[in-house]
C-alpha cells in the first residue's frame, strides 16, 4: 500500500507520519520524488483503511494498493525515473550510454588500448572482468586482484569510469575505487550479495539471471534498495531457451516492461544475449530504438586471442562502427550517448 | 553440395549438368540469380569429388558442401535476396513492408473502416484471419468463408492486398483470390499443408512455431520451395519461454540469423509475440531497426470489443501514430514503407 | 457449470432438462456414468442461478461452477475414468497397456518380424508409422499407404491391434480397419483434424505437443470430444526445454495431473521423450509407478538400419528384458499387464 | 585423457607419474577405485601420444581421451560408484535414502515433532532450512543461526543426521556440526560457494540450478572435487519450463543421465519440482523406479500454517503413507531404504 502525500507537506510531518506505521509494526519506505513523496507500508495491510487514513492524517492526498511485491522499484511508489549518475555520466532517461571493454582483463596492454579506443570511440564507461565466473574450475578465472588494478590504470589514463563484476561479499574490498559493481547473472538471486552491495555507496549493475522472470529480476533489485543502495541500474542480457543458434534469446519486451513497472533505468548486454558477433550491431539498433538507457557491449582487441568469449567480442573497429550508426540514430529517440 | 555456375553458361548447359545428377539419383534444385546460377544436390553427396567436377564439367566455376540441412532457402545456394511482390507492393530488401488488420474479420463495418483507415495511414497489405485457430472450441471460431468474402470486399473498396491463414489444405479454393496466404504458428509443421501451398501459385507467409527453432522454420520453408512455390515470407512471432508477463517472448535475433541463412525476406508480428497493446510500438521500432523487412499489427477498430485479442491490438489511433514514427525512421535505414 | 443428477432420474427427463439450456442458447455436454449423470453448460453462465435451478429443477442434486475451459473431458463433469476398449484390449484404470513397434514400417519382413515378436514379449497393440511428419522434405516420409497395408497384414498375422499416425484429414479412408488413430505431437492443435478425428468411429491417441501446456493438451481433446468421439487416450511425450542432452525432457508429473484433472486414460511415450535408447527401460519403470496407464515404445528389429529413430528404438532382446521387468512391478500397481 | 593404471602398481610409482605430468604444467587428478586406479590429465592433452605414454611408462594400461570438461566426477575416470557416508547412513548404490523435514525450521516444537515423527515412519536423514533464499526482502529469511541451533537438538533428541542449506561462504563456522551441507538451486553457480563447501570435510548436497543443464551441474560438483572434497551428493529438483501447473517440471532423465555420467550418487527432490502436494508421493515412487539414490520430501506438522512451501509440504500421516508405500517397493529396486 502506497500513500501518495499532498504537495507541500514538510518532511517532518511526513517521517512522523511513516514512523506511526513503523509502530504499528509495518515496515515503511519513503520515496521524495518531483511528481510526488510517497510512503509505501510493508506488511499485511489487509486491515487498513484507505479511506479512513487519508481522512484522519491531513497530509494524505490519496492511497492505492499495491499488488506488485516490489514496492521500493515500483514507479507507482515512485514515480521519478531515476538517474544514475558516475562522474559526469548519467544513466537513464535522455542517454544512451554505452559501456564497452573486454569479457576479461588479461594484461595491461590489451585494456589500455581498449580502454582509449572505446573511448575515443564514445564510450562513457569500460567494463572488464577481474573476478569471472567460469563453467569449469580449470578454465581462465580472471585476474582477480590484478585485474581491478589494470582497470583503476585503465580508468586513470582514460577517464573513464569503470565496471566490473563482484563474485561474492567478501570481495567489497577491491571494489572500493571501482565505480560501478556489478552483479552477474549467476548471482542475480545471490541474496546475501544483493545485501552486501545494497550497503556500498555505489550504483549497481544488476543483470537478469539466465532464467529469471522480469519479476524476480524486480525482486532483486528490491533487496539492493531495501538495504539502502537506490543507484541500481537494471540489465537485460538473454534468457536461455530451447533456441540453440543463439547463446540466449535476446528479450526485448523486458526493457519496455520493466521502464513501466520500474523507475530504474534499463540497459541491454547484446554481446552475451547473442554469444555471436555479426548479431550485436543489428541487435544494438534495435536496443536504441526499444526505449533502453544504454548498453553494454563487448568489445577485444583481438577477439580470436580472447581468454574468454572471444566469438561474440567486437574488434575495434567494428567497435567503432557500431558508434558512428548510434550516434546517427541516437537524436531519432531524444537521447545522447 | 551446390555448384556454383561459370558466368554466361547457357541454360541449357546448366539444365543438362543436372539432369547428369538426377540420372544418378540425386534431387537438383536449381537456383538463378543476378550473383550467381547454381545446382544444389540433394541426397547423399559423400562421395562425390568436387574437384573432379570443377574439372570435367567445364561449366562449374566451384563447389562446396552445404552442411545445413536447407538447401532451396540456404543463401549459400541463392545468393540474391528474394524479393516477393504482391500487386504492386515489394516486400524483401529496400522496403518495409507495414501489414496490418484485426485479428479476426468480424462485420462489414468493422473490416471496411480497418482497412480504409491502416491504408490511409501507411499501410500496404491487409490482414483479417477469416478461419481462426482457437484453444477452445467453444471459442468464436472465425466468420469462415463469410469472412473472406469481407476480406475481397475491403480489397476491392481500398485496393490493399489481403493476407489470411489457411488452416487445412481442402480451404485452399477459398483463397484463390487472396493475395498471401498465411500458414500459423501451429502449423508451420503441418507438412501436407505445406505441401499443398507450395503448389498454389501466390506467396506464402510462413509463421514461426511458438516452440520451433530457427532451423525448423527453415526447414519448413523448404518443404514448400521444394513444392514448387519460391515466394515465401519467413515470419518471427515469439516463442514459447517461462517468461510469464508477456504472452510470448519475441526473438529479434532469428530475424538477423534468418537473414543471414537464407535470401527469403523476413517480417515480424509484434502483437503476437507481445500480447500488450502497450508493447507493440516500441518493439516495432526494434524491429525496424533489427534489419526485418516487414510488420505485421493487429489493429482494430474498437480493440475492447474485439472477438479475439483485443488486448494486444491497437486501436486505429494507435496505429496512425506508430506509421508516423515509423515513417521518420525509414530513411536512416535505407527503406521506404 | 456442471448440474449433478439425482439418482435415478428417467433419461428422458435429463433430455428434456439439456433441451430446455439448448433453447435458451446454451450447448450442453450430458455425461453419464456410474458415480452420477451430468449436464455441462457452454456458454456465458455468470447469469445463471444455480441454487434455483436445483430448487425450481426437481432432479438435480447439486450444481458448481466449472473454471476450467474444457468440460467434456473435466473429471468434475464425469467422474468415472474412461475405459477405451480396442478388441479385447481395456486401456485405463486397472491396466499397464504396452504398445510397442518400429517407428516407421519399413518393409514385411521388419514388421511382421518386429511385431510377432513384441507380441509374444507381451505387447498389446502394435504401433508403426506410415505417414511420417518429418523435419526435411528430403528425409524418408514413410511407405504411406503401403505402410499401412502392411500394418494390416501383422495385425492379420498377430492379432494384435494396430495404431498409426494420420497426418491429415483427407487420409482418413487410409485409416478404416486401423484401430487406434494417432495424432501426432505437431499436431496437437491442428484443430480441423481433431475434427475429422472426432468424426471417426474409433479411439484417438492424442500427443501432447513439444510445447503445449497440460491445459492445452486437454483443450485438445476437448475438441475431439466435442466432435462426438469419447474415446481418447492422452499422451504424455516430452516437451522442448534448454536441457540438450536429451531429446525432450519427460514431465511425469504430468501424467498425475492429467488423471487428476480429466477422466480420459494416459499413457507415455519414453522413447521420443529421450531420444536415446538407455534411457527408455528406466523411464518405462517411472511411468508405470508414477500411475500411468501404459507406455508407447519404440522397438525395431535392427535399430542401427532404422530409417527413422533408430537412437531411441530398443532392439528385440531389450525389449523382452523391459516387458519381463514390467510384468515383475506390475502387481504392485494393482494392474495388469 | 585419463590413462587407466595395469593393476598392484604400488602408488608411489603413480603419484611419480602424476608428478612427471605436473612438472609439463598438467594438472593431475588420482582416482583411486576397486575396479581401476587412473590418473587424469587437465590441460591441453592434444599433443600427448597414448600409444607412446602406454609403451614407456610401464605401468599404464591404456589410457583415453575424455571430451567431457567434468574429469573427477566422471565415471570414465572414476568407475566405482561413490557411497557417501554420514554416520551409519550410506547414501549411493544398494540403499534409497529418504530425507525428510520441513522447508523451514520455525519452533523447538515444530522440528521436534517433524524430526521424530519422520524417523518413525523411516526417514534416515532430518533437512530443515534456516538460512533462506526467499524471492523478497520482505519474506521470513529463517531463523538463521537459531535454526541451526534447534536442527542440533533435533538430532541430538532423534539420532537423526541433518542437512542444511548454507547461502555464502561466511556462514561455515555455523555448520560445523551440520552433517550434510546443502547448496541450493540459486547457488549451483556461485562458485566461490561450491570452492568453499570443497574445503569444508563434509558431504555436499549439491542441488541442480532451475534453468541449469545436466553438464553445468556435473561442472559445478567438478567445483568441489577439484577443492578437495569428494563427498557430494547430486540433486535434481524440476527445471524451469514453460508449463504453468506445476511449479517445476521434474527432470528424472537427468537422474539415469547423471548416473551414466557420473559416479555421484543422485537424489531428487519432488516436492520443489512439483510444487503441489498431490503430486509428491506419484513422484517419489517414480524417482524409485528410475534408479535414483534417495529423496527429499518436506514434511511439516502443520502444512496449512507453514511460514514457508506450505502447499507442498506434506503432512505427518501423508509421510507415513509414503514411507509404507516405499518400503514396499525397495526390494524390488534391490534397495534397502
Same sequence: chains 1, 2, 3, 4.
Avoid at 225 to 243: H, P
Wanted: glycine letters at 8%; aromatic letters at 4%.
Amino acid at each position: 500500500m502506497v500513500f501518495i502525500m499532498k504537495p507541500n507537506v514538510p518532511e517532518e510531518k511526513i517521517r512522523s507520519f511513516a514512523a506511526g506505521w513503523e509502530e504499528r509494526g509495518f515496515g515503511t519506505i519513503l520515496s521524495v520524488g518531483t511528481e510526488h513523496t510517497a510512503v509505501c507500508l510493508i506488511g499485511n495491510t489487509a486491515a487498513v483503511d484507505i479511506d479512513h487514513v487519508v481522512e484522519t492524517s491531513g497530509i494524505v492526498a490519496y492511497g492505492k494498493r499495491i499488488t506488485e511485491q516490489y514496492k521500493a522499484v515500483n514507479r507507482t511508489v515512485h514515480a521519478d525515473s531515476t538517474i544514475v549518475r558516475v562522474g559526469d555520466v548519467r544513466i537513464g532517461e535522455g542517454t544512451f550510454t554505452v559501456i564497452s571493454g573486454p569479457c576479461s582483463v588479461e594484461s595491461e596492454e590489451q585494456i589500455l588500448e581498449v580502454a582509449s579506443r572505446v573511448k575515443a570511440a564514445g564510450a562513457r564507461i569500460l567494463r572488464g572482468g577481474a573476478f569471472k565466473p567460469r563453467t569449469s574450475p580449470y578454465s581462465f578465472q580472471g585476474l582477480q586482484a590484478d585485474g581491478i588494478k589494470l582497470l583503476l590504470q585503465a580508468k586513470k589514463e582514460t577517464g573513464l569510469p569503470i565496471v566490473s563484476e563482484i563474485m561474492n561479499q567478501t570481495q567489497t574490498p577491491y571494489f572500493e575505487d571501482v565505480d560501478i559493481v556489478q552483479i552477474g547473472a549467476r548471482n542475480m538471486q545471490n541474496y546475501d550479495l544483493l545485501r552486501a552491495v545494497g550497503k556500498m555507496n555505489k550504483p549497481v549493475l544488476l543483470k537478469r539471471g539466465i532464467a529469471s522472470t522480469i519479476e524476480e529480476l524486480l525482486m532483486s533489485a528490491e533487496y539492493i534498495l531495501a538495504a539502502g543502495n537506490k543507484n541500481v541500474i537494471l540489465c537485460e542480457r538473454g534468457i536461455r531457451t530451447f533456441e540453440p543458434m543463439t547463446r540466449n534469446t535476446l528479450d526485448l519486451s523486458a526493457v519496455v516492461l520493466l521502464k513501466q513497472k520500474s523507475h530504474l533505468p534499463v540497459i541491454v548486454d547484446p554481446s552475451h544475449a547473442a554469444g555471436i558477433r555479426s548479431l550485436v550491431a543489428p541487435l544494438a539498433k534495435a536496443v536504441l530504438a526499444v526505449g533502453a538507457d544504454g548498453i553494454m557491449v563487448e568489445t577485444h582487441n583481438n577477439p580470436a586471442a580472447a581468454l574468454c568469449d572471444g566469438a561474440q567480442s567486437l574488434d575495434l573497429d567494428q567497435f567503432d562502427a557500431l558508434m558512428e550508426d548510434l550516434k546517427k540514430r541516437a537524436p531519432l529517440e531524444n537521447k545522447t550517448l
